[in-house]
């Protein structure tokens, strides 16, 4: 088997020169003066840049896009956990409050109630401004007299 395949390299090795050789002198005989060499490889190289160029366009793009809405997916997933797990300990609270308060507790009177600390809270922080800016005058390192520019000298001719 070992013999088989070197013969067969070995023949394959010898017969890709001259079949190389021979194209290259079919070649060079179609077309001595190399025109046909030169709109070939031109040809060759637009089309590998026109083929760059598409992708950078077209392909890179819709990729980006992909990866975008992957991205917002994953995060839309992770905020429907959170929210489902907030759901969750609402729900366990609830179960506290109607444990210790001997009754049940509406969905709509526990949203009020929470949404009237909230208010009363953020209210209670910020204090009653008169909306008037009064700017006094200081003295600081910057506005000392040292730091002045110097006079222009009086020149005397």
């Known amino acids: 088997m070992m013999k088989k395949l070197t013969i067969i390299a070995v023949l394959f090795i010898g017969a ?5 050789a021979s194209n290259a002198d079919n070649f ?7 025109w046909m ?25 819709l990729f980006a896009w992909c990866g975008l809405k992957m991205k917002k997916s994953a995060h839309r997933k992770k905020q429907f956990e959170q929210i489902t797990d907030r759901r969750a300990q609402l ?5 506290v409050i ?3 308060s001997g ?19 953020a209210d209670g922080m910020h204090d009653q ?8 005058p200081g003295n ?11 006079r222009s000298p009086i020149r005397r001719f």
């Open 16 to 20: 890709v020169p001259a079949l190389m």
């Open 28 to 34: 060079k005989e179609n077309d001595p003066i190399g």
């Open 37 to 61: 060499m030169a709109i070939i490889s031109m040809s060759v190289v637009f089309s590998a840049l026109l083929i760059l160029f598409l992708c950078f366009k077209y392909i890179y793009p």
């Open 91 to 95: 729900q366990r609270n609830m179960k």
């Open 98 to 100: 109607e444990k210790s």
């Open 103 to 121: 009754k049940e507790v509406d969905d709509a009177e526990l949203a009020a109630a929470i949404g009237t600390v909230l208010f009363l809270y």
């Open 129 to 136: 401004e008169s909306n008037i800016l009064t700017l006094a």
């Open 140 to 150: 600081s390192a910057w506005t000392g007299p040292g730091n002045n520019q110097k």
